[in-house]
């Protein structure tokens, strides 16, 4: 009698069990939390609400084709509408790492959604004549084509949501390479001294790889279009109605706004996950450049006093329970960890995908899980990134010419009027001195200071061509001296 008061009795191929009286799953969903107990992580929102989607997609089809009756439609698609808005959600329990390729969380939603659709036709919960999780909300459908079909849509909702954060993020960064264009600075090779660039240059070519990254995830996009819904088990269709596998597709599209479309061959779609495979290598990309632009922004930052220190970071929070005013490049940090996250992603998407057997992939909740994490992840990462670190970053221009002016790495501007060895052996004297090779240059009678001027101009530094030649052409046609041998290149 106790158990009453507290719990309902459903049953399953397996018997009988006791399911909570107020939950709105069911015994399916209550076998699925018993036997994947494993991590305590939940089914991505985003895969919940647009497996509630493809449930009132098909429940609406249903009804158009006259499988379903409309009062029973009607209370299907509004429950699926409101799991699909966020209520209900805390009901979905089952763990994210789950066997059955997905059948677990198919089912989970099924139940869900049933029961809220008797609650609305004023039944109770459980009273699967009303409305029956399988004959009614599942009507149509399998595991195999409405999860990966979920699969595709959350995915194509969330690239949108990173493609919008990377754009935000270029703009951050052309903001910078704009601001920073006229600040000189030594380029580092091999983390060595190199020739000099403009700080603004170095902001550009991340802006230019992040841009590149926002065209991978326009792809991405393309790929995940075609689904498979209406395939059923193994993608022939087999138990659904030809009307309704057009007419369900057509529902989803204006549910979602996506333009999806049906895959030219479902039992192909059923079976091969290297689609997701391919989105994931795009975001693993995005990942690799995030990686690298949050490396160098440590880098340039490093000090304050004893380090680069050619960039100040935005200071977010203390950085230290013992160091006072110790400030670490915590947002750069962060983003590293989440670049290097996605990429493990990566590696298990692809072992994943490649895992399938025969007319299904079993390991799809996997894919799901990992796919869905990383988008979320650069999303999130690249916001806080571009909001955070990227729009508040101030240059040290003392500092930069600092640098420069102590590193040899301009010598190599020389190298055309002087001649490899000769720019060598002013290396070495100039390391031997602490002297500046500029000063060298012109004790030794090489160039004048006009003319080391000439040649260290940062639009004559960082540009095509050799260094200083318009301005010994000028001088040429003056009657230079210097004018006589004709110009490097020429």
Request: net charge neutral; aromatic share 6%; hydrophobic share 45%.
């Amino acid at each position: 009698m106790e158990n009453q008061l507290v719990a309902r009795v459903e049953k399953d191929l397996l018997g009988k069990a006791f399911v909570p009286r107020d939950a709105y799953y069911g015994i399916h969903t209550l076998r699925a939390q018993e036997n994947f107990a494993v991590s305590g992580i939940k089914v991505h929102p985003d895969l919940i609400w647009a497996l509630a989607l493809v449930k009132k997609a098909a429940a609406l089809a249903n009804v158009e084709v006259g499988l379903l009756d409309a009062r029973r439609g009607a209370a299907i698609a509004e429950a699926a509408e409101e799991l699909a808005a966020g209520r209900w959600r805390d009901q979905v329990v089952v763990d994210a790492f789950q066997g059955g390729a997905g059948t677990s969380t198919n089912m989970n939603v099924n139940e869900v959604i049933a029961n809220r659709a008797i609650e609305l036709l004023g039944g109770e919960k459980g009273d699967y004549s009303l409305v029956h999780p399988l004959d009614h909300v599942n009507l149509g459908q399998s595991t195999n084509d409405t999860f990966p079909t979920a699969l595709r849509v959350a995915a194509i909702k969330l690239v949108r949501e990173l493609a919008r954060a990377t754009a935000k993020l270029q703009g951050a960064l052309q903001a910078r390479e704009k601001e920073f264009a006229t600040i000189l600075k030594i380029g580092r090779t091999e983390m060595q001294d190199a020739v000099p660039v403009t700080l603004g240059q170095e902001f550009g070519a991340w802006a230019e790889a992040v841009a590149r990254d926002w065209w991978r995830l326009y792809k991405a996009e393309e790929r995940l279009r075609q689904v498979n819904l209406g395939g059923t088990a193994v993608g022939t269709g087999l138990n659904a109605n030809r009307r309704y596998i057009h007419r369900v597709i057509e529902i989803l599209r204006e549910l979602t706004g996506f333009g999806l479309a049906r895959a030219e061959n479902t039992f192909e779609a059923t079976q091969n996950a290297d689609v997701f495979a391919e989105v994931s290598g795009f975001l693993k990309a995005a990942a690799v450049s995030l990686a690298k632009i949050a490396g160098d922004l440590r880098l340039l930052s490093s000090g304050p006093r004893a380090g680069l220190a050619e960039i100040k970071l935005p200071e977010v929070q203390a950085g230290s329970s013992i160091m006072p005013g110790k400030v670490n490049p915590v947002i750069p940090e962060m983003v590293t960890q989440v670049a290097y996250q996605v990429m493990a992603n990566d590696v298990a998407i692809n072992m994943a995908a490649a895992s399938g057997q025969l007319e299904l992939n079993a390991f799809l909740p996997l894919i799901a899980h990992n796919l869905l994490q990383s988008l979320t992840l650069l999303t999130n990462a690249v916001n806080i990134l571009a909001a955070r670190c990227i729009q508040g970053i101030q240059a040290n221009a003392a500092r930069c010419r600092e640098l420069l002016d102590a590193s040899q790495g301009v010598i190599t501007a020389f190298v055309p009027y002087i001649g490899y060895e000769k720019a060598t052996d002013l290396v070495l004297k100039a390391t031997a001195t602490r002297r500046s090779v500029a000063d060298l240059l012109v004790e030794e009678g090489l160039f004048s200071p006009d003319e080391v001027e000439a040649i260290l101009r940062p639009e004559e530094l960082t540009t095509p061509g050799i260094a200083g030649a318009r301005y010994f052409r000028q001088k040429r046609g003056d009657g230079s001296s210097r004018t006589t041998t004709d110009l490097p290149g020429e």
